[in-house]
């Protein structure tokens, strides 16, 4: 799923970089795991983080009619 | 909604059931499982609030989020045992009540996505060391998952007076 960033021209790993660096010694296959979870993460919190505030925006103009409706 | 009309039968089935006889007939029974439904709610309100907002670096800041986030995790598997049993049975007694409700399907829809997101995307990412974890991603997480848990609270209650 980093291809996206990439695309982006977005380097990952020393954007959000704690622990990212050169110096941090890990197998290729471990960090390619590590990037694989937290993109993962990233990308369904932000999918539901927009679907929950579009739903409450929704829910709470509705209540907003009903209360003008309902009182002027 | 073709999928919905075809639950219908399921949900009637559901009234009639022993469950949802008892449900209906022994209020004391229903309050029973009412009362337990509602403190495990709490329970896995708080074990959420306490994860999410350890990882949000909010609360208990001194504390290592790791020992936080697996021993709420806990906590949390019970609490939600508990609320799909009672959350089962006190359906069964208004099942098509339910079934007519709007929120009672955005309820189990958050609820749905919620074990999902907790259990294929929050928890293994969790089981890796934090500090090894980009920070936005344990906020994402944390923010994504209040929100969600928020959802399945307040519709669950909006069912009540809908």
Same mark, same amino acid.
């Given at each position: 799923m980093d291809w996206l960033l990439v695309k982006a021209g977005v380097n990952w790993k020393s954007l959000f970089g704690k622990g990212y660096g050169a110096d941090v010694d890990r197998s290729k296959l471990?960090?390619?795991?590590?990037?694989?979870?937290?993109?993962?993460?990233?990308?369904?919190?932000?999918?539901?983080?927009?679907?929950?505030?579009?739903?409450?925006?929704?829910q709470i103009r509705g209540v907003l009619e009903m209360l003008e409706m309902a009182y002027g | 909604m073709g999928q919905a009309v075809e639950l219908l039968p399921f949900f009637e089935w559901m009234e009639t059931s022993l469950l949802g006889q008892i449900g209906k007939s022994y209020g004391g029974v229903y309050a029973i499982g009412q009362s337990i439904h509602l403190m495990s709610l709490a329970v896995l309100g708080g074990t959420v609030l306490v994860t999410d907002l350890r990882l949000l670096n909010i609360v208990l800041t001194e504390v =290592?989020?790791?020992?936080?986030?697996?021993? +709420?995790?806990?906590?949390?598997?019970?609490? *939600?045992? *508990? !609320?799909? +049993?009672?959350? !089962?049975?006190?359906?069964? +007694?208004?099942? !098509?009540?339910?079934?007519?409700?709007?929120?009672f399907w955005a309820k189990m829809s958050s609820l749905l996505v919620g074990i999902t997101f907790v259990f294929a995307v929050k928890r =293994? *990412?969790?089981?890796?060391?934090?500090?090894d974890i980009n920070p936005l991603a344990l906020k994402a997480v944390a923010t994504a998952s209040l929100m969600l848990w928020f959802t399945v609270a307040a519709t669950g209650r909006w069912i009540g007076f809908s």
């Open positions: 471990k960090n390619a795991k590590l990037d694989k979870s937290e993109a993962i993460a990233i990308y369904s919190s932000i999918v539901i983080i927009i679907v929950g505030v579009v739903y409450w925006l929704i | =290592p989020s790791e020992a936080v986030a697996d021993n +709420a995790h806990k906590w949390f598997k019970r609490a *939600l045992l *508990l !609320i799909v +049993a009672t959350g !089962i049975f006190m359906a069964s +007694a208004v099942a !098509i009540r339910m079934y007519h409700n709007p929120f =293994p *990412l969790l089981k890796m060391p934090h500090s």
